[in-house]
Every structure is written in structure tokens, then in C-alpha cells.
């Protein structure tokens, strides 16, 4: 089949590179001329240069669809949402692995009886003071209470956007590194209506677009997906929506409600009466950070991995190496024991 030929190309491409991306940026160039033009030009671009047109649909509907605007975002950056280990997947190439036990939540149960009570739930920080010789965080529980935490390092484990690093006292380079940053916002859950009914699935595109036109997609604020949930009845569906950096809870069910309406008038689904509900609702926050090219060139990268250790602070997560857990497993097999080195 075309996309699985196209698919295999661009897999190629992702080995190519994955020395200066996985399981992180530990070997990405500085700047300039050294930065392979590949990684720096607009997914778009790059799709029209090795004639990926046909994988490219694929791509969009695994994680891609996160990216927003993606053929307009640097391949880097793509490859980070969806390279590699995607790619393999989608042609057979890797293997799932899940507990004997089937509870794909097994894993992070047993670490959280490891950590016991070192792990602070239902709380958030709400002052951070840091220099080179170590950091002091203010904790606020549920109940009103605080907690001081004066350690002498410090791991920062979600995205680093401004509202979230925000408590954290930034200086001047951190604040203008991390400034540059752009993202989109992701939600997933469960929605019912009267309207979805049986065991169907639906997947947002343009008009014209399937199977002629590879570069017209959805832009953000939109409903990626919405699929019957298996194991929950005929009118239990499952939805994936992407929103922007300004978009919040009220605005994308919001969406999705008109979205579902639109489905109606346009007899994709057969009208009924009733209202849109959501059993189940998460925001994912802001994900998929990204840069322009120009900065790219520049040496966005370089400046970011400098930020590792400045002011006893150090960064996991997809914003340094990608969204997937295997990939921040390997990534913090590296960076731990550079964290530690030195106590």
C-alpha cells in the first residue's frame, strides 16, 4: 500500500536523525550550519522533498494531530510527536508490552507504594527559591496546609510554559528560553449523546481532503476523534481534542458539543434529541512545545540544554526529550546520574 511505502521512507529518515534526538537532545548541534536542514525546514517541506504525501494522513491520526498546525512546524518537531518508535509501531515493527496482569496502571501503582509518603498528593507550589547551592519549595496541601521542601536539587517533571514555571523565581535566561516556547493544549475523554450511537468512530478532516489533498488538515481549536469506547455500551465514545494555548475546559466541550451538532446536520450521524455529556473529561494542559525554525537555526536547543543544572535545577519530560514513556524512561537513565553527580 502507498502510505505503508511512504511510511517506510520516512521511517528511514527518523533513524537517520535519531542520534541527535533520542532519548534526548544530548547530541543535537549548536546552531547554524551544523543542524541538518531536514530537521529545521516545515514538516510540509519536508513531506513535498521525499514524497511522503501518502504516510502523512497516518501520521496526523496517531499524535501528530497534536503539533496544530504541523506542516508548518518544523520537522524536529514532528518527529519528536510522532518519529521513530511510532513509525515502527504503525508497520509492525515493535512490540507492545503490558503487566501479566493486564492492568496497564499496575507499573505506576507499585511505584507510588516505593515512594509511600515522599509523594505529595492533591498539592501545588506556591513559592520556589533557588541558587547554585540548592532550592527551597513551598508546597500547599488540600486542606490549606504547607509544607517546605529544602532539598539541594531540583527535577522539574512537566511542561516548562510560563504559567507553570511561573512560582518558580526564573532569571533572566531561563525566563527568555523558556518564553519562546509555543504549545497546544490536548483533552481526551469520554462524551455521550443521543446522536452517537453503535460501534463507529469518526475522524475530523476537511472537505476534499481524503484521499486527494494530504495537506489540509484541522487547525486548533478541533475535535481530532471521537470513537465508541469498548466496554461501554453503544452510546459510551471516546474523543481527542486539541485546542490552543488560550482554550480551557468551557471552550473545548463547547466545541466538541457544536462539532457533534455539525455532525448532525451534515447526516454523518442521525439527529436526536438531547444534550451532550462528558463522564469523564481531562485536560492534558499544554503539550507538543515547539519553536520557529528561526529559532531552530539559532540554537534554540543549545540554550535550552544549558538550562540543565543552572541554579541546582534540572528538566525531564517531552519538552527535552518526547512524549512517550519509554523514550523518558531511556532519557532519565541518562540525566539522573548527572542530577545526583557531585551530592
Not at 52 to 69: C, E, I, R, Y
Not at 94 to 112: D, Q
Amino acid at each position: 500500500m502507498a502510505y505503508q511505502t511512504a511510511l517506510s521512507k520516512y521511517l528511514a529518515l527518523c533513524e537517520k536523525y535519531a542520534a541527535l534526538m533520542l532519548p534526548g537532545f544530548f547530541n543535537f548541534p549548536s546552531a547554524g550550519e551544523d543542524i541538518p536542514e531536514d530537521l529545521v525546514m516545515d514538516f510540509g517541506e519536508f513531506v513535498e522533498k521525499y514524497d511522503l504525501q501518502a504516510a502523512v494522513p497516518k501520521l496526523w491520526d496517531s499524535t501528530v494531530m497534536g503539533v496544530g498546525d504541523f506542516l508548518k512546524v518544523p520537522t524536529l518537531y514532528v518527529m519528536q510527536a510522532s518519529g521513530l518508535v511510532m513509525a515502527r509501531a504503525m508497520l509492525g515493527q515493535s512490540r507492545a508490552m503490558v503487566p501479566s496482569s493486564g492492568n496497564l496502571h499496575e507499573l505506576y501503582e507499585r511505584v507510588a507504594e516505593l515512594l509511600g509518603d515522599d509523594v505529595l498528593y492533591n498539592s501545588i507550589v506556591v513559592g520556589c527559591s533557588r541558587n547554585e547551592s540548592g532550592v527551597s519549595v513551598r508546597v500547599k496541601h488540600r486542606d490549606g496546609n504547607e509544607t517546605e521542601i529544602v532539598a539541594k536539587r531540583l527535577l522539574v517533571a512537566f511542561e516548562p510554559s510560563p504559567v507553570a514555571m511561573a512560582v518558580f523565581d526564573l532569571d533572566e535566561e531561563e525566563g527568555e528560553v523558556l518564553g519562546k516556547l509555543s504549545f497546544s493544549s490536548v483533552y481526551a475523554g469520554l462524551v455521550q449523546h443521543p446522536s452517537l450511537k453503535g460501534f463507529n468512530s469518526w475522524t475530523n478532516t476537511l472537505p476534499g481532503a481524503p484521499g486527494s489533498n494530504y495537506s489540509a488538515y484541522p487547525l486548533p481549536a478541533q475535535v481530532g476523534k471521537i470513537g465508541h469506547q469498548p466496554g461501554g455500551g453503544e452510546d459510551l465514545f471516546a474523543f481527542t481534542a486539541i485546542g490552543t494555548q488560550e482554550d480551557n475546559d468551557e471552550s473545548m466541550q463547547a466545541l466538541i458539543s457544536g462539532s457533534i451538532e455539525n455532525m448532525v446536520k451534515a447526516g454523518t450521524v442521525n439527529g436526536s434529541n438531547g444534550t451532550t455529556a462528558f463522564p469523564y473529561f481531562a485536560n492534558h494542559g499544554l503539550m507538543h512545545s515547539r519553536v520557529s525554525r528561526e529559532e531552530l537555526r539559532k540554537g534554540f536547543i543549545a540554550r535550552q540544554n544549558a538550562l540543565q543544572g543552572r541554579r541546582a535545577t534540572w528538566y525531564t519530560g517531552a519538552a527535552f526529550s518526547a512524549g512517550f514513556s519509554t523514550i523518558l524512561w531511556a532519557y532519565n537513565e541518562v540525566l539522573l546520574p548527572r542530577v545526583i553527580e557531585g551530592l
